[in-house]
């Protein structure tokens, strides 16, 4: 474990489901973020979360939304996804403007 | 926005050789940082180092702000290093990452 845990691991949803993922840091950190890793593609920044306020939308999908009820905690909702969304999903946290990220293990989603 | 590139895409070494990993930005940065994904996807940040040199075992990053480039060294190979290492830079809290070089260590 790194500190930042998500949940779940694993997940396959059909394109009209409606999921979410959740990411839980307790490393003291006031921002997170979430971040796409689908094959042959970079990793590719989505959200960002400064004590709790959202300061970057990286042209994202309104079909992704994403909540940050507390420091501690970021979710990302899903709804009516299509098939090239199937990707890994990873949540991280760091210190604002100081200091590494620590990622969480990613959920491994697939859109059928 | 700025553009990230690592080399060389693919390494492959036998246990014990020594590798150089290059990031060449293409604008001024305040943050950079090396991650290693092992290949169950779990990435771990090996260094925060915005500029000059910091050591972690075997394992050593330099950043030349001035030059926009830095190097990770990898000193006596170990099959666990196996993976991809992944550049990111960025300035505040927006991190850009590269495209990896995906390194194979045989025993």
């Known amino acids: 474990e790194t500190g930042v845990t998500q949940t779940p691991r694993h997940l396959v949803m059909g394109m009209t489901n409606k999921k979410s993922l959740k990411c839980e840091q307790h490393l003291g950190h006031n921002a997170m973020y979430w971040y796409k890793q689908s094959a042959k593609k970079p990793l590719e920044l989505m959200f960002v979360y400064n004590f709790k306020e959202q300061t970057e939308n990286n042209s994202v999908p309104s079909r992704f939304s994403p909540e940050c009820p507390n420091s501690s905690h970021l979710f990302l909702h899903l709804h009516t996804l299509q098939p090239e969304d199937s990707a890994l999903y990873l949540c991280?946290?760091?210190?604002?403007?100081?200091?590494?990220?620590?990622f969480g293990s990613g959920t491994r989603l697939t859109v059928v | 926005g700025i553009q990230v590139e690592q080399s060389p895409p693919d390494l492959i070494l036998q246990e014990g050789a020594n590798s150089t990993l290059r990031c060449n930005f293409s604008d001024s940065v305040n943050n950079l940082q090396w991650f290693h994904q092992n290949p169950w996807g779990q990435l771990i940040n090996l260094f925060y180092i915005p500029s000059g040199t910091k050591q972690n075992g075997r394992l050593s990053a330099t950043t030349v702000a001035t030059e926009r480039y830095s190097l990770l060294y990898i000193s006596s190979s170990q099959t666990t290093d196996s993976g991809v290492y992944f550049c990111?830079?960025?300035?505040?809290?927006?991190?850009?990452f590269g495209t990896g070089t995906r390194l194979q260590v045989f025993p």
């Open positions: 991280a946290s760091s210190h604002t403007g100081a200091g590494g990220y620590t």
């Open positions: 990111a830079v960025g300035n505040t809290d927006k991190l850009i």
